[in-house]
């Protein structure tokens, strides 16, 4: 059963999760316990929200979907894992009025936006929710990815949902702070391997520049940041990054304020798992959560 939502007196923070790789679903490491804690802490401050709004590199389309569906099913979108891993079940309700709304206002906002009555919650969306709603109780809306986007277009697709989170509504990019796949499996480390050089670098100028508020760097990440292309040698797990502050953006105003890094860990040497906050309610949130 839901907890009421409560309105604090400022909107929700609007949230990037990394999730790294499925295995955060059973063995939840640092990344997975920080999430198990964000639920808690939200209600704690705002009550429990009416729904999540979320994006996923791993539901990728062309140009952009909102699914609809009463309810969604569990996508097991990978393979070669342990057995238990198959098993489980994320199978949250939908909200088909709030996907309308979405696509209404990406449509105002002249995005091709289109509505579908399908469903089904992939890995990036259900090993985050998982620890962060395990009682499956709040509804879900994933919104499709489109990984031909740059960060400015993903800024503005996430702004044209800006109203969202003064409703009680959760705005979710979900991702990884690095993402580097060839590496991962071209060269295996363990799990408690050091952090390498160029991770804590790019790490390093991401804290620096949301700390800034630095927009104009961000959105030019690849030719400003240290080790871009090391870390992301494609963009599109770096893209719900944007999707998220974009969706914190006040009024008319064309970027977000600052964000707040709300978690930091970094698995295999390489796999950040870092995540942020951004919006007015951000600074309660972090206070809430000792960070």
Avoid at 12 to 21: A, C, D, Q
Avoid at 87 to 93: F, G, S, T
Wanted: charged share 15%.
């Amino acid at each position: 059963m839901n907890t009421p939502y409560r309105m604090f007196g400022t909107p929700l923070p609007t949230l990037f999760l990394s999730h790294g790789s499925p295995m955060i679903a059973i063995e939840p490491g640092e990344a997975g316990r920080f999430m198990q804690s964000l639920g808690p802490a939200i209600d704690a401050l705002w009550g429990r929200p009416k729904a999540v709004v979320i994006m996923s590199p791993h539901t990728a389309t062309r140009t952009p979907f909102v699914l609809g569906a009463a309810k969604h099913q569990t996508i097991h979108d990978f393979g070669g894992f342990p057995a238990p891993l198959y098993d489980i079940r994320y199978e949250a309700a939908g909200d088909p009025v709030l996907a309308q709304e979405v696509t209404r206002l990406l449509t105002e906002a002249g995005l091709p936006a289109q509505f579908t009555p399908q469903g089904g919650l992939d890995h990036g969306i259900w090993t985050t929710l998982m620890h962060v709603y395990p009682q499956v109780d709040v509804p879900v809306v994933p919104v499709s990815l489109m990984p031909h986007m740059k960060p400015a277009d993903m800024l503005a697709l996430g702004r044209a949902l800006r109203g969202l989170s003064a409703q009680g509504i959760l705005v979710i990019g979900s991702g990884s702070l690095t993402h580097n796949l060839q590496r991962f499996f071209g060269s295996p480390s363990s799990v408690d391997a050091p952090e390498e050089k160029d991770c804590a670098a790019f790490r390093a100028w991401v804290l620096d520049k949301t700390a800034e508020a630095d927009w104009p760097a961000l959105l030019d990440y690849r030719a400003q940041a240290p080790f871009a292309r090391e870390m992301h040698p494609t963009d599109e797990h770096w893209l719900p990054f944007y999707f998220a502050a974009g969706a914190a953006v006040e009024g008319d105003a064309e970027v977000p304020s600052k964000g707040v890094r709300l978690h930091g860990s970094v698995t295999h040497g390489h796999l950040a798992l870092d995540a942020y906050g951004f919006g007015p309610g951000v600074a309660a949130l972090a206070q809430q959560l000792g960070v």
